[in-house]
């Protein structure tokens, strides 16, 4: 199951309470293409702390936690070819593996129409 946050970041629940969370579509759209992803946070992080950064050819904007959890990775494969991010947002181009993620909270966040609906698509 997916869900959104209203900065614009994915979360894809999996089993043992563990999500892979990743910028959406939307925001690899706007931001244009993708030359350096940074994240700089790790272990347990809050919900909307700003965890690094991802820089395009148009601006960068900073990488906010989508829940409450801990950083257990990062996408290594980012840090040599951050195109992945435009080229495939929600597989290849994903940005952290999340441990210790409450479910609770997760059914909380934004289903596809609902963030459909925020983005205007």
Do not use: C
């Amino acid at each position: 199951m997916i869900r959104y946050t209203a900065e614009h970041f994915w979360v894809r629940l999996e089993e043992g309470g563990t999500a892979v969370a990743g910028i959406t579509r939307h925001a690899q759209d706007t931001l244009g293409d993708i030359v350096v992803v940074d994240v700089t946070a790790s272990g347990r992080q809050a919900e909307n702390t700003v965890i690094g950064m991802v820089e395009s050819v148009k601006t960068a904007s900073d990488l906010h936690m989508p829940l409450d959890a801990e950083i257990a990775e990062v996408n290594a494969a980012l840090a040599d070819n951050p195109a992945l991010v435009n080229e495939d947002p929600m597989g290849a181009g994903w940005m952290l593996r999340l441990a210790h993620v409450d479910e609770a909270r997760f059914a909380t966040l934004l289903d596809e129409a609902a963030y459909d609906a925020l983005t205007g698509n």
